[in-house]
Structures are given as C-alpha cells and as structure tokens.
Nanobody, 114 residues
Framework: QVQLVESGGGLVQPGGSLRLSCAAS????????MGWYRQAPGNQRVLVARISSGGSTNYADSVKGRFTISRDNAKNTVSLQMNSLKAEDTAVYYC????????WGKGTLVTVSS
C-alpha cells in the first residue's frame, strides 16, 4: 500500500514562493500519474496539477503559469513549486495518484497572507 507524506507548507506573503514535497513509500510511484490537490476552508478538494509517468504536465487554470509540478522517480517523490502566491492559494495541499487511492495523507497547510 502506498503511503504519501506531504511537506513544505507554511506561511508566506502574497507574491512569495514555496516548494512542496511528497514522499511516497510502500511501493514505487514511477508508473503512476500523480497529482497535487488542494482544499481551501469550506471548499471541496480539487486537483491543481498533474504529472504523468512520462513527465507530461497539466494545470488548473487558477495556477497555470505560477505552479510547476515535477517528479523524481529515483527518489519516489513528487514536488510542487509555487510562485507568485496569492491569498486564494491558501489551502491544505495533498498529493495522490490519479485517480486517487481512496485515502489521503495529512496534507500540508499553505497560508498566503500579509
């Protein structure tokens, strides 16, 4: 069973940057399409970025041009570089497979505020 642990969140000012990491254990995620999801207070969890096993990427319109998803198959990790952060990016961020595993890690909280 794959275990996913997210890290790298924190408090950042608008316009700032953060890099989130997701470490997978239990099995290799090399052949899996992976995604970063986020859930803002009072909202449903939504997919914001995805990366295929071959490295192809797609982004939600809300983050396109600001976020970059990447993967390191040797390390069994997936990352999300977030630049030009806005208040509306405030959320708990989760990584998971696509489709999701049916269970979630604890996520990492990103707060964008001055």
């Amino acid at each position: 069973q794959v275990q996913l642990v997210e890290s790298g969140g924190g408090l950042v000012q608008p316009g700032g940057s953060l890099r989130l990491s997701c470490a997978a254990s239990g099995t290799s995620i090399t052949i899996k399409t992976m995604g970063w999801y986020r859930q803002a207070p009072g909202n449903q969890r939504v997919l914001v970025a995805r990366i295929s096993s071959g490295g192809s990427t797609n982004y939600a319109d809300s983050v396109k041009g600001r976020f970059t998803i990447s993967r390191d198959n040797a390390k069994n990790t997936v990352s999300l570089q977030m630049n030009s952060l806005k208040a509306e990016d405030t959320a708990v961020y989760y990584c998971n497979t696509i489709p999701n595993l049916g269970y979630w890690g604890k996520g990492t909280l990103v707060t964008v505020s001055s």
